[in-house]
């Protein structure tokens, strides 16, 4: 009798109309994930007068976000592993908007805290969209569809930072909170449309619903499944923390955890810096002049938590410099597919940590936008290689606790990050940049010597008692 496996099926079917409605919903995860984690470095400055808060206090504020990202990120890849991508990715959506809700009603600063920070917790379960999008897609697109998705990481940055400019200054940052919480919402109506993935099904032993799955997108996309009988895999438990220091992977998953910290440590320090350079109007790493001396010599000018809100320019800046983060895409996705992830992964990491010394030059506030334009763009590449291979690079069995575990780390970098640029970079201004540039450098180094590369590979199902893989 003939027998195919999922894999298989996938690559038969091919690309079509199903794989357009997945890469646009799941895609737009990414839309409500970067409205809800830049949403901290456009309302930092309000909350800062509102409550009157000192620099360590408003980089508390984006920790904790981290933090509550940090802890749900590897309970959520647990369960996902354990109990479906799509039930999680839908809890997660729910949970987020639920507190990101309520946090515009936060009476206090700890309260602000507390709730950003289970925000950030919902926030994390939404990876477990490109990872749906990972299992469905046929090994040739990945390369060139998962990088794309960083076009809705943009939307969401831009749609934030411009209802900031109008929202901010006339009806205040409680009401862009709310408002920031509707694609979220959106979001959620349409999950329906989007079913589990064949390949978790199949590793739980659900063949009929793998099967059923794959028959639906073959007829959305107007192709023929293979002939014969859906083979099931080898039972294996699912979500074991073991299998990810399992000897075939050991050295990959301590690699991998390293890029992911710094990768998100130099992003949102890139992000956080951009942020505190229009605020302090740092330029050559110099602060401007204390409001003293101008003869302002109240109380609120002596404070070290005075109001210096965001100007019409200073949103400007941040746009333009956020619009950096696609500007490396076609060169990143050609990386990718040609000198494959690890090469393409250490080439930009090298890149970002010249860029981050490069920032400390003496130049006019157009160069500095510049340098800013172009570290953007570097850690949105090394975020989208990054994503990629670490989804690619785990078997089903134990994929999404993966990218739990990564995320998870990641988070840690990114705790660190505000207290670098918030506060070190008011100290040693070439102190937090050669900090930032080091961290880069052993990131490269780490891609460099990655023990796998997953450029063409097939998706992985499971780890036999011997340490090889069955491809699905």
Known sequence: MKTFTVEEAVETIGFGRFHIMLFLIMGSTGVAEAMEI???????????????LQDWQVALVTTMVFFGYMVFSVALGLLADRYGRWKILLLSFLWAAYFSLLTSFAPS??????????????????????????????????GYMLPLSQVFWLAGSL?????????????????????????????????KFIPESAR?????????????????????????????????????????FKDLIHPKYFRTTLQIWIIWL??????????????????????????????????????ESRSPCRCRLFGPAA??????????????????????NFLGRRLSLCITMGCTALFFLLLNICTSSTGTIGFLFMLRALVSANFNTIYIYTAEVYPTTMRALGMGTSGSLCRVGAMVAPFISQVLMSASFLGALCLFSSVCVVCAISAFTLPIETKGRALQVCITPLGYLNAL
């Open 262 to 299: 710094g990768i998100a440590f130099a992003y949102y320090g890139v992000i956080l810096a951009s942020a505190e350079l229009l605020e302090r109007d740092l330029v050559c790493g110099s602060a401007a002049p204390p409001a003293q001396d101008s003869g302002d010599d109240s109380e």
């Open 109 to 142: 600063y700890i309260w602000f805290v507390f709730l950003r920070a289970m925000v950030g917790g919902g926030v994390s379960g939404h990876a477990q969209g490109l990872i749906i999008k990972t299992e469905f897609l046929p090994t040739k697109y990945r």
């Open 38 to 52: 830049m949403l901290i470095a456009v309302v930092s400055p309000l909350i800062r007068c509102e409550w009157q």
């Open 315 to 336: 949103y400007q800046t941040m746009i333009i410099s956020t619009v950096g983060e696609i500007a490396l895409n076609p060169l990143n996705i050609l990386g990718i």
């Open 200 to 240: 978790y099904n199949l590793s739980t032993g659900n063949v009929a619903a793998a099967l059923a799955t794959l028959q639906r997108i073959a007829e959305m996309n107007g192709a023929v499944m293979p002939e014969g009988v859906l083979r099931e895999p080898a039972k294996e438990r699912r979500g074991r």
């Open 159 to 191: 749609l934030i930072i411009g209802l900031a400019s109008v929202v901010n200054p006339t009806i205040g940052w409680r009401w862009l909170i709310r408002i920031a919480s509707i694609p979220g919402i959106l979001l959620i109506l349409v999950f």
